[in-house]
């Protein structure tokens, strides 16, 4: 006698089945709680994901542990200046004036971080701030002080960014090069521990991008005052209507959209002038790069400005010469209108119109005024990160050799070829490519002839070769990120050439914080209750009276890491000076 039917409970429960499932090799299956719709972890004291900041003098990249880009990426000023720059004020009151307002700044920066960018309870959230080895001490401690006081939060952690951009990207041994906006700095990095004495900077950065932009357009820009009515704008050429352009219409707002879209980088010159001059050398005296003096460097253009009337003429501009016959060049032309001349004829960029507002006396016009960007610009502005000054700036490049030569010998082979490129300047496009150019080319030797002597009986001085001493690690030289890496000369350069991870680099400090995060580790954690003890308000008595409008020692000078407090590392013993007693003066 045959059973009622089975259900397909009871076949289910009659025969198991294991659900099948493809792997692939190398590959890890993560499954998030069903419960949950992210897989974030919580504990009895709150979140256990950790809030990143990352706090730029312009832009901030803030987000939780774990992810892969930032949640929010924004301008911590709303005017397009910086937070902090390089300098202060030398009067106390001024110091103590600016301080207070930077601090009102941060405070409003760090709330709109919990309350707006992250919706997070910041007494729940542990903050691992990713701090630049040059931050200011000051700054710091007002990022310490509004976080602790004002905020609540549990602890703070802060990591090295150069070491976090070195993590992302899965290595601990490299070199890392930050090109941010106030500063580059190079600084390497030997199994994780960051070699501080020997980083090397130069103020050549965004910050200065910047200013030697505006000056290439006022020097040699065109600007179209918007008409003064529909028929004028249809009859009028543009031609007669093209000024120079107004200081008032290249805002900060306009410069930074011109450099982050706008500009890029392409190879050096004098590559391309030998090039030219192989391929006709009946034209190699018009191709001539004019002689190198201080008035012809890239750098004199960024020391002109409106003011400079005396170097350029006032109707001077790249795309038309009102004072000239078409088709002939000025009767003499100075440094500037010769290496812009020399830029001109060697671009392939084309110029760009955009559209900016007019200034002020220009408002009863009909729409807005147009800036029209020749393509040299375009494409040299940023020839004056890759050109040193003098020692105190010197070019990007130079810093990455000077840190070589600092380090031991022993690692220069290693660091050489784990070269990590990162920061917001970095971004323009060909920078990476030109600063790899740009090594090579100061490793090469040098040109000029050797000396005569000038005594025969004295042997010849020889030429000051600064970089002689890293010439053999040119088949060496290799970046992690670089998007178009060279023909390899060494299998260690073509083990590391471009095998970075395709991460920003304007980001890869902010995820090497969110890697370290994840994995419950980073630099050194101050809690809420140490800074609480150490805080110097707290023994205070009653009776004390107030602090002076310049104090700076409201904080704890003593909790924060600071690597420029650290012993320095033994060297030589001291010299012992021998003092003569008396008695042997006497003898």
């Known amino acids: 006698m045959s059973g009622p039917p089975a259900t397909p409970r009871a076949k289910a429960q009659l025969n198991p089945t294991t659900p099948t499932m493809s792997r692939t090799a190398n590959s890890h299956v993560v499954q998030a709680s069903p419960h949950y719709a992210t897989s974030r972890r919580h504990s009895l004291y709150g979140t256990e994901d950790r809030v990143i900041i990352d706090p730029g003098s312009r832009v901030w990249k803030v987000g939780f542990s774990g992810e892969g880009r930032p949640r929010d990426v924004f301008y911590a000023v709303k005017s397009g200046k910086s937070l902090w720059d390089l300098s ?3 009067d106390m009151v001024e110091r103590a004036e600016q301080d207070r307002l930077l601090e009102v700044n941060l405070e409003q920066c760090l709330r709109s971080v919990f309350h707006h960018s992250l919706l997070t309870d910041p007494k729940s959230r542990k903050v691992i701030l990713v701090e630049h080895p040059l931050l200011p001490l000051y700054v710091k401690e007002m990022l310490a002080r509004v976080l602790f006081n004002n905020l609540q939060i549990p602890s703070i952690s802060f990591a090295s960014s150069h070491l976090l951009s070195l993590l992302a990207v899965g290595r601990i041994t490299g070199l ?23 980083l090397r900077t130069t103020p050549l950065a965004g910050s200065r991008l910047a200013s030697h932009l ?3 357009l006022l020097l040699f820009g065109t600007y179209l005052p918007p008409p003064t009515s529909l028929s004028a704008a249809a009859n009028i050429p543009a031609s007669n209507r093209s000024t120079r352009v107004p200081e008032e219409v290249l805002t900060d707002a306009v410069i930074e959209e011109i450099k982050t879209r706008c500009c890029f980088v392409s190879d050096a010159l004098d590559l391309l002038s030998s090039e030219m001059r192989a391929a006709s050398p009946s034209d190699s005296m018009d191709m001539e790069v004019p002689p ?14 409106v003011g400079a009337d005396s170097a350029v003429s006032s109707d001077f501009s790249v795309i038309s010469y009102p004072n000239t016959p078409s088709g002939a060049q000025p009767q003499s032309e100075n440094p500037l209108q010769a290496l812009a001349s020399m830029y001109t004829r060697h671009s392939t960029a084309t110029e760009l119109r955009i559209g900016v507002m007019p200034p002020a006396s220009q408002q009863a016009g009909t729409g807005r005024g147009t800036l029209v960007i020749p393509g040299w610009i375009r494409e040299r502005a940023a020839e004056v990160l890759f050109e040193g000054g003098d020692v105190d700036e010197s070019s990007v490049a130079e810093i990455v050799l000077d840190a070589l030569i600092k380090i031991p010998v022993d690692l220069r082979k290693t660091l050489a070829s784990s070269i990590l490129v990162v920061g917001g300047t970095s971004m323009l496009p060909g920078f990476i490519p030109r600063l790899h150019a740009e090594l090579l080319r100061a490793l090469a030797p040098p040109s000029s002839p050797p000396r005569q002597a000038i005594r025969p009986d004295k042997p010849v001085t020889p030429l000051y070769d600064r970089y002689a001493c890293l010439r053999h690690l040119t088949p060496y030289f290799a970046i992690l990120n670089n998007p178009a890496p060279p ?3 060494s299998a260690r350069a073509d083990a590391n050439a471009g095998k970075a991870p395709a991460f920003s680099p304007a980001t890869l400090a902010w995820i090497g914080g969110s890697l370290a995060g994840s994995l419950k580790t980073g630099g050194v954690e101050v809690p809420r209750e140490k800074w609480d003890e150490a805080d110097p308000a707290q023994n ?7 602090m002076s409008a310049g104090s700076l020692d409201r904080a704890p000078r003593n909790v924060l890491p600071d690597w420029t407090r650290t012993a ?4 030589a013993s001291p010299a012992v000076i021998l003092t003569a007693s008396p008695q042997s003066i006497g003898a």
């Open 88 to 90: 202060r004020a030398k």
């Open 176 to 198: 890392v090069l930050d090109c941010g906006h106030l500063e580059s700095t190079a600084l390497p990095i030997f199994a994780s521990r960051p070699l501080f004495p020997h």
């Open 214 to 216: 505006r000056s290439l």
């Open 292 to 305: 190198s003096d201080s008035a012809t460097s890239e750098s004199e253009f960024s020391r002109a400005s």
């Open 487 to 489: 023909p390899a000369r």
């Open 540 to 546: 205070e008595d009653i009776d004390t009276p107030p």
């Open 568 to 571: 320095l590392p033994l060297g």
